[in-house]
């Protein structure tokens, strides 16, 4: 079976979920949407058009004229060739799209900036894979909350159980290029809990998990430190033969180079990797510490690309492509080069 899948919104997510279902071979990218002539779709013309471009409702079709960028019709005319769309229009625009997919009877998965409201299930591939299976309408879990509770469910179901997580976010501001988010030089505290550790006790409520939120006026992936708490005593050894064996989390020392978040985007540029994206959460086994039965450690989220395979686990999951979480998940490595550089 190939699913047929649309993407609402080319901007930084949707341009790499675009390019992460384009890999998939047992899925077909019908196209985007989008409202304007954005420098992503600039680009994408400049790149010769690799997907079929629809224009939402509001957009002004002369825009695009005036550039030479060919349309292949309207959102309607995209929902009708897809089985399920992949929404990554801006926090909140989704709901609005979502009336247009219950009137065509398309599945949909949304994006961390929709309330959860919008969904049946809030979703996270190796978590809660099953919950999602046949659903009609999933959100996934945000950049931040998508790679954490990849490391604290791979600890989960490896080693014993976990009881409770304290975490410390030290989250990117912006993404690069957002100059809405102004020129800034300061940190900023949000309110305690973190809304990641809360969106981690919905997805896995056997966890008590709490935590703090401090941004940061950099663009480059943000860092969370995990003070987790096991059924039984963790050691450091447990937890790195979990994790090492986790194909979403690549295990680095800071000898090596990976000093913090900008060795990961350099490093992704040197692989050649599309626009520096990383798929997998960087983990520094040297920030592995025991603190009395707990166990301590810190993670690297690339922020643009992290929830990439997680959106198209939603997509196996929604569409029942395979039953079974695991299997899910393997599909989707394989075909996104996940866990080959092991
Ligand atoms: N940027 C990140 O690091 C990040 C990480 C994880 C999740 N998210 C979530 O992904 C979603 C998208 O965020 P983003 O950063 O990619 O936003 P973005 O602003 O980069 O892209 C949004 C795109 O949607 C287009 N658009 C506007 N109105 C539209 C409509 N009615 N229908 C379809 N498209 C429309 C815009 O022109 C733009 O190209 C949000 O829910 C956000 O919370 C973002």
New binding site residues.
């Given amino acids: 079976m190939v699913v047929k899948v649309g993407v ?7 341009q790499r979920l675009a390019d992460g279902v384009a890999l998939q071979g047992d899925m077909e990218l019908v196209g985007v ?4 002539p ?1 420098l ?2 600039r680009a994408m013309k400049e790149k010769g058009m690799p997907y079929d471009l629809y224009l ?1 409702e ?1 957009a002004d079709k002369t825009k695009f004229d005036e550039l030479d960028i060919p349309v292949a019709g309207t ?1 309607n005319d995209l929902l009708d060739k897809v089985d399920i769309m992949l929404d ?4 909140g ?2 709901a ?2 979502k009336e247009l997919y219950e009137e065509k009877g398309v599945k949909a998965v ?5 309330a959860n409201s919008i969904a049946d299930v809030f979703f996270h591939g190796y978590a809660n894979y099953e919950k999602g299976l046949n659903q009609n309408y999933l959100k996934l879990t ?2 931040n909350t998508t790679g954490l509770i990849r490391a604290v469910d791979c600890l989960d179901r490896e080693c014993g159980g976990i009881r409770k997580v304290v975490i410390t976010i030290i989250r990117r501001v912006a ?1 690069p290029g957002d100059y809405h988010r102004g020129l800034t030089n300061a940190l900023q505290m949000d309110k305690a809990p973190s809304h990641q550790a809360v969106d981690l006790m919905t997805i896995m409520p056997h966890v008590e998990a709490t935590g703090i939120l401090v941004h940061t006026p950099v663009t480059h992936g943000h860092i969370i430190t995990v003070v987790a708490s096991g059924k039984k005593k963790i050691s450091k050894e447990m937890a790195l033969k979990a994790f090492k064996g986790h194909d979403r989390i690549r295990v680095v020392r800071i000898d090596e180079g990976f000093k913090g978040n900008a060795s990961f985007f350099r490093y992704a540029r040197d692989l050649g990797n599309p626009r520096g994206d990383m798929y997998e959460i960087g983990l520094w086994e040297d920030s592995i510490v025991e603190s009395g039965d707990d166990i301590v450690f810190a993670i690297n989220i690339p ?2 690309s992290v ?1 990439i395979p997680e959106t198209v686990d939603g997509i196996r999951a929604a569409m029942g492509m395979q039953a079974e979480r695991l299997f899910a998940v393997a599909e989707t490595n394989k075909y996104l080069g996940i866990g080959k550089w092991k």
């Fill in positions: 609402a919104g080319y901007g930084v997510i949707g949407a989008d409202l304007a954005t992503s779709i939402v509001g959102f990554s229009s801006p926090g625009v989704g609005k799209n949304f994006q961390g900036g929709e945000s950049c993404d922020q643009e929830t």
